[in-house]
């Protein structure tokens, strides 16, 4: 019996990643889609089909935000902020130390849906991109319960529009939310438009964690409603993207008042010096530009070695 013959013949118990626990979860929560605005799923619109990249299947229906939904969404968390802000730090912190434990208690179904939207390896979705969401949110409580002693004078901006792409939705969702939330900002969140999912997700267990309504908001679509986000009645836009995107944000809100954060495409160096140990440099050479199909905003895209070991580092 050759090897294939013996795994074939072998009777498998379902995949501790086993993908049913998040297709159920979009067969019940959709599959179509509308905002998360007020605290509360909006009705689905005009939708667009959300794909598993690994086979083309078709996993969801989501909306494309209009005009009008993007101004809901920035009323809501316009009119949530002073509450939010005048709860005490400890106050704050409860509610995003429920966030992560939540995102705990739901981790795997967190990282098979990253798999299914996004297409990245299980190992890393589960090993790196849910665990470290988790760790912002942790972290962000215990900030939010020392900003009056660390950040004295500091207060909150109000209102954030924010803009992230398809490379690490979880994860970015996470670096954009807690920080805003934990500062006493309320957040209107637009996720890429091919990797949806996680952030719809999200906002369930918002719901579950009782988070007052309007806090947290998320529109769906296409670049058209990130620029809508951005040019909304905001206080602060975040932004990860590309550069050329960067450019055009940064031109919109010249002489606006809005603060502003921007983090683009980079071409980041990777430096070897001639007493490094090779043999760890490489492998870290080789995780710093392919990790995540290289789709990393600090990929180490430009090698540098000192010339005494750059033909034995080749």
């Known amino acids: ?43 689905a619109g005009k939708t667009f089909d959300s794909l598993n990249p690994a086979t083309g299947e078709k996993l969801a229906q989501i909306s494309q935000a209009r005009q009008k939904d993007v101004d809901a969404a920035v009323a809501a968390a316009r009119k949530a902020q002073p509450k939010w802000d005048g709860l005490s730090g400890h106050g704050r912190a409860r509610y995003l130390y429920e966030l992560a434990r939540l ?37 962000h409580a215990g900030m939010a319960q020392l900003m009056d002693d660390e950040l004295p004078g500091r207060s909150a901006l109000g209102v954030c529009g924010q803009v992230i792409p398809w490379n690490f939705p979880l994860l970015m969702l996470a670096w954009k939310l807690a920080p805003a939330l934990a500062m006493g ?25 009782g988070l007052p309504h309007g806090v947290v908001n998320i529109v769906t679509g296409d670049g058209a409603v990130g620029e809508m986000v951005v040019n909304a009645k905001v206080d602060k836009v ?16 010249a002489g606006s008042g809005k603060a ?55």
Request: proline share 5%.
């Open 1 to 43: 019996m050759t090897v294939s013959e013996i795994f074939e013949s072998m009777d498998y118990g379902p995949a501790p990643e086993s993908d049913a626990e998040a297709r159920a979860w979009i067969k019940q929560a959709g599959p179509r889609f509308g905002h998360f605005i007020n605290g509360a799923f909006t009705d």
């Open 260 to 314: 502003l954060t921007l983090e683009l495409g980079g071409k980041s160096p990777y430096i070897v010096f001639d007493e490094a140990d090779l043999e760890s440099a490489v492998e870290g050479l080789v995780d710093a530009i392919w990790f995540n199909q290289g789709q990393v905003c600090c990929a180490g895209s430009r090698l540098l070695v000192h010339e005494p070991v750059a033909d034995r580092f080749y």
């Open 238 to 253: 975040a932004f990860t993207g590309s550069t050329a995107v960067g450019r055009r944000i940064r031109e919109a809100t």
């Open 103 to 139: 995102l705990q208690k739901h981790s795997r179904l967190f990282a098979v849906m990253e798999v299914l939207d996004n297409g990245k390896p299980i190992r890393e979705a589960r090993d790196i991109d849910v665990p470290l969401a988790q760790r912002h949110f942790y972290y």
């Open 185 to 209: 900002n309320t957040v209107v969140l637009k996720p890429a438009e091919y990797t949806p999912l996680t952030a719809l997700l999200f906002a369930e267990i918002c719901q579950q964690a």
